[in-house]
Each structure stands twice: as structure tokens, then as C-alpha cells.
Nanobody, 122 residues
């Protein structure tokens, strides 16, 4: 099993920044692909960003390109999501996910964290 624990969420004003972290433990060799998803109230969970083991392949949702950056530190078993120029529409619960295949689809990811709340005030 893999355990994922997110942190770094909170309340920020529009235009501000937050950095989310996701620490993995357990069978971390199962975390070749890491991703971030988000879910706003009454909306489907949607893809935000993903990164492969080496960090050389990243994917972003169109809505966050140029504003968010995903990165990872394998020595620390941690993946990050730097979020800049935040907008009210970015407000959601952000979930970290891990799996074997790097991509944008939820079904690629076998393990999920509990989520961290991001609130953006206008």
C-alpha cells in the first residue's frame, strides 16, 4: 500500500500563491506517476497536473498552464504543486494521487490522499 498525505492548503487572496505538498510512504516504488486533481463543490474531480518519476514529463490542465508547476523530490518521496496567480475558480479540495502510468486520467492512479482545501477569496 501507499499512503499519501497532502499539506499546504489554506485561504489566499486572488492573485496570491500557495504550495501544496504530498508526502508518500509505504510502497513508494508504486509512485512512478504522481498527480494532482481537484474537486469543487458539486463538480466532478478534475485533473490538474501530473509528473513522471524522473520529472522530465509533466502534464497540466489548460486552466492552470503557466500558473501552476508540479515537481517532485524522490529522495523525500514528496511531490509539490506550486500555485501562482490563484483565481477564485481554483478553489477546491486538492487531491494527490499516485500510480504506475503518468497521465491525465483518474483511472491511471491507484492511490489517493485525503485532500487539502484551497480557498481563494476575490
Amino acid at each position: 500500500q501507499v499512503q499519501l498525505v497532502e499539506s499546504g492548503g489554506g485561504l489566499v487572496q486572488a492573485g496570491g500563491s500557495l504550495r501544496l505538498s504530498c508526502a508518500a510512504s509505504g510502497r513508494t516504488f508504486c509512485t512512478a506517476a504522481m498527480g494532482w486533481f481537484r474537486q469543487a463543490p458539486e463538480k466532478e474531480r478534475e485533473f490538474v497536473a501530473a509528473i513522471n518519476w524522473g520529472g522530465g514529463i509533466t502534464y497540466y490542465a489548460d486552466s492552470v498552464k503557466g500558473r501552476f508547476t508540479i515537481s517532485r523530490d524522490n529522495a523525500k518521496n514528496t511531490v509539490y504543486l506550486q500555485m501562482n496567480s490563484l483565481k477564485p475558480e481554483d478553489a477546491a479540495v486538492y487531491y494527490c494521487a499516485a500510480g504506475a502510468v503518468t497521465g491525465t486520467r483518474r483511472e491511471y492512479y491507484n492511490y489517493w490522499g485525503q485532500g487539502t482545501q484551497v480557498t481563494v477569496s476575490s
